[in-house]
């Protein structure tokens, strides 16, 4: 059935010339699919990153670990001159980025996603408060009047590539629909996140760049309402309010945030006239081909390719071309690199009972590992109950109880925070990082144990003519399949 479905895609004449590893990259596959096996990849080279940064900060290069992060980075441009540590250009430079990809699939969910739909978005909705106010009063509890309850924001937040990379590795014993319910819940705890950083986490404020961050925001809408369509813009104007945060004392990063909610989302075309666009082009790109003609000598046929190009760009919206764009470099480069740079802490922070059993690690401890599974379980269960939500679909509650283990993996957000509330603070936050990573270790060990051994829920015949009427098999053009039943 499948076969047949898709066979209409495949390229039947002319001549297809391949690479010889092209083949190995030829399948299409589902923008969440795609999104998944990025996370999960990342989870992967994120927890290796982590244990580098804990072996070199416990090694005989621990010096240079140092030195390299504590490195002045300066841009001068005549009298102008900005200067930060290497470790700050990381913090607040390289993960503006990173904030910039959360804010793009913040608005995607709001808009076309999971929570895009009232029914939908209800429990991993009420999940993610939960899981966000359960653990910050569990912290504040064992830390509320001590220097330390600074850090109350601490254990509010879930990476959700480690998470998925642990849901991963169980392959289809977890139900899609779970996947689905983890990423949308702990893309609404990256809005709680991002909240609590940019009100609570604010010094002092300066009046006169706040001004000048507050009109730059402006230029942004006003390029959306002229319809500029191309990212170029948007960013250049984002890198100026980032500058203009970072003068303000809020903190910088939000200007990735910012940046996202005024890029596009409504594309040029809508799938109707861009079909009519391609059909006429195509037709057009037929009248002008001759016999042994080649695109590269004549002008008319890369013309029309140009202008299929163009069309290409047009029917996808900004901000899915630029979220596409960024799933590749953010996963794979900037937050393995904030591990690098975060996650060296002494051994001794975990061997000793005093550096663990002190209020501060335990706080964010079970913060992270109890907070989130009472807040998550208990406030899905809650509005299951009084029937607010369905459970994902094929999943039965103990699928629930794995998933609100897992958001206890707070690794990227976490330490991120962390920096913040005990900025100066080294013996603190040294605290708060090895609390934060025996957690993620505990949360992701149960999480993974609980899930693999939870029941597996045959899937409908809904599911299964869902699943094959999904373009994500081997679709590659000239393939020899697609030959024999032409």
């Not at 002319?14 to 795609?34: D, Q, S």
């Not at 990849?41 to 990153?49: E, F, K, P, T």
């Not at 009972?353 to 989130?372: Q, R, Y």
Request: proline share 5%; glycine share 8%; aromatic share 10%.
């Amino acid at each position: 059935m499948a076969k047949n479905v898709l066979s209409k895609f495949r390229v039947r004449k002319g001549k297809v010339f391949e690479a010889p590893l092209e083949n190995a990259f030829g399948r299409l596959v589902t923008p969440f699919e795609e999104f998944i096996h990025r996370q999960s990849s990342s989870g992967l080279l994120l927890m290796a990153c982590a244990v580098i940064a804990l072996v070199i900060a416990n090694s005989p290069w621990q010096e240079w670990y140092k030195h390299i992060l504590h490195l002045p980075v300066s841009y001068n441009f005549g009298e102008w001159s900005l200067s930060m540590s290497f470790h700050h250009w990381i913090n607040d430079g390289l993960m503006s980025i990173f904030f910039l990809l959360v804010g793009l699939e913040l608005k995607r969910e709001f808009l076309v996603g999971e929570l895009s739909e009232l029914k939908h978005a209800v429990l991993p909705v009420m999940a993610a408060i939960g899981g966000m106010v359960v653990p910050a009063l569990i912290f504040y509890l064992m830390n509320g009047g001590t220097p330390s309850e600074r850090g109350w924001g601490i254990p509010m937040a879930t990476d959700i590539a480690f998470a998925v990379g642990c849901i991963a590795i169980l392959g289809n014993r977890v139900p899609r629909a779970v996947v689905t319910f983890l990423v949308a819940l702990a893309i609404v705890d990256d809005l709680g996140a991002i909240l609590v950083i940019a009100v609570w986490y604010t010094e002092s404020v300066n009046t006169n760049a706040l001004m000048a961050a507050c009109a730059l925001v402006a230029v942004m809408w006003l390029l959306k309402f002229a319809g500029v369509r191309r990212s170029a813009g948007y960013i250049f104007v984002g890198i100026l309010l980032w500058y203009a945060l970072y003068v303000t004392g809020v903190h910088a990063t939000l200007a990735g945030v910012i940046t996202a909610m005024a890029i596009p989302a409504r594309p040029k075309y809508d799938p109707v006239a861009f079909s009519t666009f391609v059909k006429d082009i195509i037709r057009s790109f037929d009248r002008c081909f001759r016999p042994g003609d080649k695109i590269i000598a004549n002008d008319a046929l890369r013309a029309r390719v140009t202008a299929l190009d163009n069309g290409i760009h047009l029917v996808q919206s900004p901000l899915q071309r630029m979220e596409t764009r960024l799933h590749t470099p953010v996963a794979f480069i900037v937050v393995p690199i904030f591990a690098l740079a975060n996650a060296g802490i002494p051994i001794d922070s975990f061997t000793s009972a005093s550096a663990v059993l002190n209020p501060l690690t335990l706080g964010v401890i079970c913060g992270l590992v109890f907070g989130k599974l009472i807040g998550i379980a208990g406030a899905t269960w809650i509005g299951w109950k009084l029937g607010f939500g369905e459970l994902p679909k094929s999943a039965t509650f103990h699928h629930i109880v794995g998933v609100a283990l897992l958001g206890g993996i707070g690794f990227t957000m976490s330490i991120f925070i962390a920096e913040l509330a005990f900025a100066g603070e080294n013996e603190m936050l040294i605290q708060a990082k090895a609390g934060v990573l025996l957690a993620s270790v505990i949360a992701g060990v149960a999480g993974f144990l609980i899930l693999r051994r939870a029941p597996i829920v045959e899937s409908t015949q809904s599911d299964e003519a869902g699943h094959l009427d999904s373009p994500t098999t081997d679709i590659k053009p000239g393939d020899s399949e697609g030959k024999d039943q032409a």
